[in-house]
Each structure stands twice: as C-alpha cells, then as structure tokens.
C-alpha cells in the first residue's frame, strides 16, 4: 500500500515536470518569452476567481445545510440562552465570512493586470481609519458582554433550596454524592479513600478503620525490615566491634573515660545490653522470619513507611468543623453516594465537580452544560432540566433514548467509555429513587433493633438529673 501511495506520487510529480516541458516548447513555438503571460491567460485567471468564489460558497452553504442543525434540542433554562448566543455568533461571523471574502474575490478579478492600468496612490483616511477601528470594537463589545451575561447565568449563585449534587470524577468513571437530609455535604479527604469509601467521606469510624489499617501496615513493613538479614548481619558486626573497641580501650589505656566517672557498673550493663542484643539478632537471623532483601526493596519499604506515616499524619490532623447546624465530620453520615444521576425536572441544580487523578471535562450536551474537573480544585456550575427523560424520548422518538454525562477530556486510556447516565423525572419519581438509595453510613445497630437504641439516651437523659441531686444534696 506504502509503496503504491508513493509510485502515484512519483508518476506524479513527473507528469507534472512533463507538463512544464510541454509548455516551455509551445511558447517557443508561439515565439513568446515564456515568463510573458497574455492578455487572455490574466482575464482567464480573473474569470476563474470568480468562478471559485461561487463554488466554495456553494460548498459552505451545503455544509450549513446538511450540519448546521448539529446541536439535539436544549433541555435545560439556560441552555436556549446559549443556543441564542451561539446563533447571535454565527450570523456575525457568517455575515462577515461572505463579506470579506466576496470583497477578496471580486477585487482580484475586477483589477486583473492590464498594461495601461495606474494605481490610485491612496495612502491614508482618518475616516476610514475609524470605521474600520471602531465597528469591529463594537461588535467585539457586545459579543464579549452578551457571552459574559449568559456564562453568569450558568456560574451565579443558585437560588435557596436549589438541589446540590457532587460530581466526583476519575479514571475512568463519574460518582455522585447526594447530601441527604441536613441538605450538607461531609468533609472528604483523599486521604481516607478505600474500595468502600470511593469519595473519602470523613467520618470517625472511617478514620478508625483507614488509621488501624495504615498502622497495620506500617508494623508489618517494620517487622520485614526488622528482620533483614543484611541489617541484622549489619547491627551485630557494630555491636561486636563496640565491645571489642570497649575491650581494647580498657587493657591500653586503662579504661580513662569510664573509670574518671567511677561508673564501672554503669558500664557493665551498656555490655550486657549490647550481648543480649547479639544473642537475640543471632535468635532472628535462624528464625523463619529472616529474610534476604536487596538494597533497593529495603529503600522501597522505607519508602512506604514513610509515605504511610504522612498519611497517618494527614488524616489525624483533619479538623472537624462545623458547616450550617452540624459537624463536618457527621454530615457526610447521611451523604448518598451513587453512579447514577437523577435530577428532578423543573427544579435549579448545583453541581460541584472534584477529580480524583488528571483533569476530567463533565459535558452533559443536551444541557449544554461543561466544566473542567480540577484534581484539589472543586469547581461548579448550575442549570434547571427542563425536559423529562421520558419527554426527550417522545422528542427524539427512540425509546432507548438517554442523557448522557461523558468525559470530554483526553484523560487516558478509557476516557471514551468516561460516562455516567443521567435521568430527568418529575419531582416525586426523583424523591422516590432518592429515598431507595442507601446512605454513606448505614447504622446497623438501628435497623436490627431500635428500643435498644433508646435505652441508653434513657440513662443519659437521668444521669444528668441524678447529678443535680448530688449536689444539691452536698450543698
Ligand atoms: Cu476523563
């Protein structure tokens, strides 16, 4: 095929060498200097400017025609507003597209070379110089302010009561959290993240869980590295050489730094420690447990440790503070983590948009609505639905239809399969589906038995009571 493509290329080029030939030899037979170019050969070019300008605007028109109406129907308030925007920018740029290019077109063939044709010297216009300034900045203006107006339209602030949903992305899917009924989201923390906890919501259980987890594994690194052979081969031989050094120091110059602080029992035990210490490597070296390391596994555990202990030292140092009427820490409690987003129809809705990874894009089309996802940095957008999922699938007439948040940023290898589906039901469709999704916490205590439940804030409801006595009692 290769080889082919390059064979056209060359017949091609050589066609074209003959071609050149072909012209050199019938101007010598015209008895012409071949760079002299005719009368007829200019108004011939002159003809075919013109010629080309109505083919290629017949090709732009077909392409208006046939792809112009790219966009499914806006189902969302705002998403008409930009579809205004969008059309507003196309009648400008396509009024000024026929208009540049017309005028291009019909000056080069209007003013083909003739011999006895002078140029008018034309230097400079004030006036000219103005309109051509300050029309342009007009409608730069106002295309700039219209588009600003409808982007604030989408990033203003949302209306009270207006639903809020995370969407949370990151190679190669999308997660969202509702914020249940304190209508709060939890703190997250990636730090905290497991299989369970794909959002790392910060709760004291999920801190005890991830905590004894790390420690878990940081011990276990320990131990591996306490039992390297190489390492412990390393320790003896130093502790051998301090008694042996220790020795050495008594029998030449009599023992001076120890004997001035009159402390020889002092040093005994420092020996005793060090012997024990020997015997006991010896113990670990013939245990099952030694075992044989490179350097470079023994940097990697480290390594690890140290990474682990960071995390430790992160998740401890999280503060629990309190957002609207509650602690952070117990509003992620009631937070309904899902993989598929329902959105009542009618009603305005925030998203707040985390990554986890690189940059991810949430792009919902039909709502004409997109956002970068910022790993460390939340950003949000807000829209009202205003068609139904079912509605869309009586507009588009495909039962299957459905709305779709995709990726649309290259973010790796599965970034064409990025989407999560999106369903827009009427009010009470979308209470019912909220109300079957499980909450972040579910507290089994409660669902197996709620009198016992009850008992202890019984006990704390006397205590208090019980303490009151007392001390009236003693005063
Ligand atoms: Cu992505």
């Known amino acids: 095929m290769k080889i082919l493509i390059i064979l056209v290329i060359a017949v091609g080029i050589a066609a074209l060498l003959q071609l050149g030939r072909v012209y050199d030899l019938t101007a ?45 129907v806006s189902a969302s308030e705002h998403g008409v507003g930009v579809d205004t925007l969008m059309s507003f920018n196309m009648i400008i740029i396509t009024i000024v597209f026929f208009a540049v290019n ?3 077109f019909y000056f080069s063939a209007k003013y083909y070379y003739k011999k006895d044709r002078k140029a008018k010297f034309f230097p400079h216009d004030n006036r000219l110089e103005l309109v051509w ?7 730069l203006a106002i295309v700039i302010i219209y588009g600003l107006q409808t982007w604030n339209a989408m990033t203003g602030e949302v209306e009270d009561g207006a639903l809020r949903v995370e969407i949370y992305s990151k190679q190669f899917d999308w997660t969202a959290r509702y914020a249940g009924t304190d209508s709060e989201f939890g703190l997250s923390s990636y ?69 001035e602080g009159d402390d020889h029992h002092g040093n005994d035990a420092w020996k005793d420690v060090n ?14 447990k030694a075992t044989v390391l490179t350097e470079a596994a023994i940097e990697a555990k480290r390594e690890k440790i140290y990474r682990l202990e960071l995390q430790l030292q992160r998740i401890l140092g999280l503060d629990n503070n309190t957002i609207g009427d509650v602690m ?94 999106v369903v827009v039901q009427s009010e009470e469709q979308y209470k019912t589906w909220l109300e079957q ?21 019984d006990d704390n409801v006397a205590e208090p009571a019980d303490a009151g006595d007392q001390t009236a009692t003693i005063d």
């Not at 010598?28 to 760079?35: A, G, H, I, N, Y």
């Not at 009368?39 to 025609?65: E, R």
């Not at 992620?332 to 899902?338: K, N």
């Not at 999704?437 to 804030?457: G, H, L, M, R, W």
């Open 28 to 72: 010598k037979l015209r008895k012409t200097r071949e760079e002299e170019i005719s009368f007829a050969d200019n108004k011939m070019n002159a003809m075919l400017w013109l010629v080309f300008m109505v083919l290629f605007y017949a090709g732009v028109i077909y392409l208006f025609i046939e792809y112009g109406d790219y966009l499914p």
């Open 102 to 104: 017309t005028l291009l």
């Open 133 to 139: 300034t300050v029309v342009p900045s007009l409608v």
């Open 191 to 259: 730090n905290l993240i497991t299989p369970t906890n794909p959002l790392g919501i910060v709760t004291d259980d999920g801190i005890e869980e991830v905590t004894a987890e790390i420690e878990g594994q940081v011990d276990k690194l320990k131990m591996e590295l306490a039992y390297e052979r190489g390492l412990l081969a390393a320790e003896k031989e130093e502790l051998e050489h301090q008694l042996h050094e220790a020795d050495h120091h008594g029998h030449d110059h009599g023992d001076h730094e120890h004997a």
């Open 275 to 288: 012997m024990n210490r020997i015997a006991e490597i010896e113990e670990m070296m013939e245990s099952d």
């Open 328 to 421: 952070e820490w117990e509003a992620g409690l009631d937070d309904q983590v899902v993989r598929e987003l329902h959105l009542p129809v009618g009603q305005e809705v925030e998203f707040i948009f985390r990554s986890r990874d690189v940059i991810h894009s949430a792009y919902m089309p039909h709502f004409r609505a997109q956002m970068n996802c910022v790993p460390g940095v939340p950003t949000r957008f807000k829209m009202t639905p205003t068609i139904t999922t079912d509605s869309m699938r009586m507009i588009t007439d495909n039962e299957e239809f459905d709305y779709l948040l995709l990726c649309n940023k290259v973010c790796g290898a599965a970034h064409f399969n990025m989407q999560m589906k």
């Open 437 to 457: 999704q499980k909450t972040f916490y579910v507290d089994e205590s409660k669902e197996n038995n709620e009198s016992e439940d009850v008992s202890p804030a």
